[in-house]
């Protein structure tokens, strides 16, 4: 153990400790320092495990990673080892792989054996946080860049947590749902029902032998009835007159259930009335989380039938309205935009202000400046936006412009776009976004990617708000989803919790945003199950 200055120097010499988790407990009880360590993800589950928690770190890896997105070099290795051999001027090698598909941290097997080896010292964490702090007041704006930091850290030991607490799943309602949606399991082969359906399918087109799951031949059938289509997907399909439409859907539904949420799937994933997925802080480049294994982030409203509170308990859910067009009204600083923003229906104000009453005429052209739809009915509700809310339409057109000539865009705490055409980070669920090339896709994504990531951090920031409103409760946070949150707590604690999600969501605002009269407002369920949400 180490203790360091306020400035990051070193205060003494490191010392040996015989119980590391005892001490970090015995430290953190007393007064709550900030921890710095190479990788949350190698290291607080072993601490989780040992029954110790802390209340705020500083994430080597993933502050590496941020810092080296905001210097044009996303994507390169980002562990501590990479980042000293950086610092000195050595070649970089590649971070080693981490371990996936298991319950967080088992693969580590004693406290501080990270993924980084026993060859990285305690000096070599000194000099990478030295050189850290260095750049981070390099930035353009360096009190929004540790506010990253702090929250992109902090979302870190939250993500730990609730891999280790788990989010509460009954096996049994997973079954039954499982038999009333696909028939019984079947000791080989897909259930009755996609049998059924394979069958009606095979039917409809006149052949034998025509597996549904395989689009290459869905769509020579199709050619040999006389249709083209040019993939497999829903909203293609619902647009074609066949007989075999319908059963097709119905298939490709009820066939993603089975292989991404079956039975083999809750035996993986499910144990002890829990269900323990490994979340990726920052897996995907605006700053939203993913998951290695387990789809945490892509359950089905269907299958969130199974999420049922234990006996005396409830869920908290908490989810952000009109979360990018408010945030757009926030880093652009548009007042006409703000304005509307103050509202509980930021559509409806907007329509109110600009659009002679038409909500969905207001919606389209938000969303169209947000996602750069430029054609059919945007085209005149776009029009309309840019001569009433010009500033935050340029906001938007000016991050566009400078993606279609290869650019680099930052979020307003500072997470930078990938380059053109940048690498994905493998083996994360769902996969992680690329940048296009130059050109009006990348354009379209550079527009979208200052709002989508701006978002990304209000919610990480509210998210870290909200855990430390609930230390002294029994209540635990037990699903993040983009911009919604999920809270398990004792009935007794609810409404203190839909109080603290509430204020947590206006003070994230003000945090970010300073007095800004943009508005965070959030729908909140109290409900037994989490498919009751509203």
């Not at 802080?281 to 269907?302: D, F, M, Y």
Request: proline residues 8%.
């Amino acid at each position: 153990m180490q203790d360091l200055r306020a400035d990051g120097g070193p205060a003494g010499p490191p010392r040996q400790v015989a119980d590391l988790p005892a001490t970090i407990a015995a430290r953190e009880a007393a007064e709550q320092p900030r921890w710095v360590w190479s990788a949350t993800a190698d290291i607080y589950p072993v601490l989780l495990r040992a029954g110790v928690r802390v209340a705020r770190c500083h994430d080597l890896e993933l502050t590496e990673a941020l810092l080296l997105g905001h210097a044009g070099h996303w994507g390169e290795p980002r562990g501590v080892a990479a980042a000293l051999a950086r610092t000195r001027g050595l070649p970089v090698l590649p971070d080693p792989p981490r371990h996936g598909a298991e319950p967080p941290g088992f693969a580590q097997g004693a406290l501080f054996e990270t993924a980084q080896g026993p060859s990285v010292e305690i000096q070599d964490l000194l000099e990478v946080y030295g050189s850290q702090q260095r750049r981070v007041a390099e930035t353009e704006h360096p009190g929004r860049f540790r506010m990253l930091v702090a929250a992109e850290s902090a979302g870190a030991l939250v993500a730990a947590e609730m891999g280790h607490t788990g989010l509460p799943w009954r096996a049994d309602i997973h079954d039954q749902l499982l038999r009333e949606l696909l028939g019984p399991p079947q000791p080989v082969g897909p259930p009755r029902r996609l049998a059924e359906l394979t069958a009606e399918i095979n039917d409809a087109f006149g052949v034998r032998g025509l597996h549904p799951d395989s689009p290459a031949e869905v769509l020579r059938a199709f050619g040999r009835a006389g249709i083209h289509v040019p993939n497999t997907r829903a909203w293609v399909l619902r647009e074609v007159d066949h007989p075999a439409v319908a059963p097709l859907l119905e298939f490709k539904e009820l066939y993603r259930i089975w292989t991404a949420h079956g039975w083999s799937w809750c035996e993986a994933w499910v144990r002890d009335g829990r269900f323990r997925p490994e979340y990726v802080p920052g897996g995907v480049v605006s700053g939203r989380w993913a998951a290695r294994g387990g789809g945490a982030l892509q359950v089905p409203k269907v299958v969130r039938r199974g999420v049922v509170a234990d006996p005396g308990w409830q869920f908290v859910v908490a989810d952000a309205g009109q979360l990018e067009p408010r945030v757009l009204a926030a880093v652009s600083g548009d007042a006409g935009l703000a304005r509307a923003a103050a509202a509980g229906d930021l559509y409806a104000a907007l329509a109110a202000d600009s659009f002679a009453g038409d909500r969905a005429k207001a919606k389209i052209a938000l969303l169209g400046a947000m996602y750069g739809q430029t054609g059919g009915d945007a085209l005149p509700a776009l029009a309309v936006l840019r001569r009433h809310y010009p500033v935050a339409f340029e906001h938007v057109e000016a991050a566009a412009r400078t993606g279609e000539t290869g650019g680099l865009v930052r979020s307003w705490l500072g997470r930078t776009c990938p380059p053109a055409a940048g690498p994905r980070d493998a083996g994360l669920d769902p996969p992680d976004d690329v940048a296009p090339p130059p050109g009006r896709a990348r354009g379209r994504f550079t527009r979208n990617f200052v709002i989508q990531a701006t978002a990304a951090e209000w919610a990480l920031v509210m998210l870290a708000l909200v855990r430390t409103a609930l230390s002294d409760m029994s209540a635990e946070l037990v699903l993040f989803v983009h911009d919604e949150v999920v809270v398990h707590c004792p009935a007794a604690e609810a409404d203190t919790v839909v109080r603290v999600v509430h204020e947590c969501a206006a003070r994230a605002g003000r945090m970010l945003f300073g007095d800004s009269e943009v508005r965070f407002p959030l729908d909140v369920s109290v409900v037994g199950a989490y498919a009751d949400a509203k």
